[in-house]
């Protein structure tokens, strides 16, 4: 009979990566079970709404920020178009292409979403001191900006090249 070994403990870089994806999962799993919003209206239709709550958008500019490629983010588009959420604009800098931009509708509908995650991380973080909950926002926009600059430099020393993520 072999024995067997204790696993090491994990390093902070493996138990971060652990922890990281346990947080998407759930996240992922809550996702799934909230209300919908609009008919229309996926979850991977919410980084669209949020990027364009602000000016109007190509939308190859969009894709670029929601991280995703541009045939999909199209086909989306047309999606929250047809359901009246998105209008397609002529670009005042190139008469042959288009933006995006949000109708009243999809204001509306951005409104709803905002206002359920704020309830959802308002209940979810009841016991959590505002301390903590700033703490937490200074290190995940830390290592955002890192991760952003990580996807940004095209010579990775260990090879490993980040996967595209299509959520926001």
């Known amino acids: 009979m072999q024995a067997t070994t204790c ?19 759930q996240m992922r ?5 909230a209300p ?10 919410y980084p669209l ?3 364009l709550a602000g000016d109007p958008l190509r939308i190859s500019a969009l894709a670029e920020r929601v991280h995703t490629e ?16 998105l209008d397609r604009i002529p670009d005042p800098a190139d008469g042959r292409a288009h933006l995006v931009t949000l109708t ?4 509306a509908v951005l409104a709803n979403l905002r206002e359920q995650r704020q309830a959802w991380f308002t209940e979810l973080l009841h016991d959590w001191s505002d301390a903590d909950v700033d703490h937490l926002l ?10 952003e600059t990580y996807a940004g430099n095209a010579s990775h020393a260990n090879g490993i090249r980040p996967e595209r993520a299509a959520h926001a």
């Open 7 to 25: 696993p090491e403990a994990p390093t902070a870089a493996d138990a971060l990566g652990m922890q990281l994806i346990r947080v998407a999962k």
């Open 29 to 33: 799993a809550v996702r799934a079970t």
């Open 36 to 45: 919908q919003v609009h008919p229309a209206v996926d979850a991977g239709s």
């Open 49 to 51: 709404l949020f990027n």
């Open 70 to 85: 541009m045939s999909t983010v199209s086909r989306a588009v047309a999606g929250l178009e047809r359901a009246g959420l």
């Open 104 to 107: 009243p509708g999809g204001h």
């Open 138 to 147: 200074t290190l995940l926009r830390r290592l955002g900006d890192s991760i």
